[in-house]
């Protein structure tokens, strides 16, 4: 969400043409988000760690999405989760 605030309300165009990069899949209201600026691109990092995240919902949207399954990635936040337990709930 605050890729969005700092992006600023640029015309839609502009958010049609760009490339939001993610660490994992969206959540909910990163994607509500992606959808109401009218992204048309979304890559993330891997979608293993919230398997029901918002990639679904944005391609079936028509927002092109590539999931790019990186294992550093992956590893990334499986770390976390075990390092910080408390600032991480998957349910």
Not at 11 to 23: C, D, E, I, N, V
Not at 58 to 86: A, I, S
Request: glycine share 10%; hydrophobic share 35%.
């Amino acid at each position: 969400m605050s890729t969005f605030d700092v992006a600023g309300r640029l015309p839609r165009s502009t958010y049609a043409a760009a490339t939001l990069y993610t660490t994992l899949t969206p959540c909910d209201m990163c994607t509500g988000a992606c959808l109401w600026f009218g992204v048309g691109r979304v890559v993330m990092g891997e979608k293993r760690t919230v398997s029901n995240g918002g990639h679904d919902i944005l391609r079936g949207r028509g927002v092109e999405v590539v999931d790019m399954d990186d294992k550093e990635c992956y590893e990334m936040l499986q770390k976390f989760l075990k390092d910080y337990p408390e600032k991480w709930r998957l349910d």
